[in-house]
C-alpha cells in the first residue's frame, strides 16, 4: 500500500481500545510499532498520511519529557502528516508544556471519543 494511505500506530503502553478498524474503515493501511525508536526508524524510510501516538511522560529522560519529542520533531519535515496524541488527563500538566513546543498535531484525552479521533483523520 502507497504511503498516502497509510497509518503509523505507535502503541508503547496501550490501555485503550484498539482503533484499527476505524483506521481500516477510513482507507488507511496500518502500521503498528511498540516503541518511539522503532516509530523514527519507520519514519525515515516513510511518509504515512497519519500517524497516531500516545503520549507517555517519562520524568527519567534528561533532555526530553519522553520519546514523542523526538517523534514530533521529525514530523516537522512532513507537514502533509496529520498527527494525532492521545494523553491521560493525569499527565496534562506535562502533557501542556510539550504542546506549547509542538503546535501541529491534534490532542484526544483518553478515554478516547472515537467521533473526535475519526473527525482528525478524515
Excluded: C
Excluded at 25 to 44: C, D, H, N, P, Q
Excluded at 65 to 89: C, D, H, I, K, N
Amino acid at each position: 500500500m502507497s504511503d498516502d494511505k497509510q497509518l503509523l500506530m505507535i502503541v508503547e503502553l496501550g490501555g485503550y481500545p484498539d482503533f484499527t478498524p476505524l483506521y481500516r474503515s477510513l482507507g488507511y493501511g496500518v502500521e503498528v510499532v511498540t516503541s518511539g525508536r522503532k516509530a523514527i526508524s519507520f519514519l525515515k524510510t516513510h511518509r504515512p498520511a497519519a500517524v497516531v501516538a500516545e503520549f507517555n511522560y517519562m520524568p527519567d529522560f534528561r533532555d526530553r519529557m519522553g520519546w514523542l519529542e523526538s517523534v514530533l520533531a521529525t514530523l516537522q519535515q512532513m507537514p502533509e502528516t496529520r498527527m494525532v496524541v492521545f494523553y491521560l488527563p493525569a499527565e496534562e500538566e506535562q502533557f501542556n508544556k510539550l504542546r506549547q513546543r509542538f503546535t501541529h498535531f491534534v490532542a484526544l484525552p483518553q478515554p478516547v471519543d472515537m467521533a473526535a479521533l475519526e473527525a482528525a483523520l478524515r
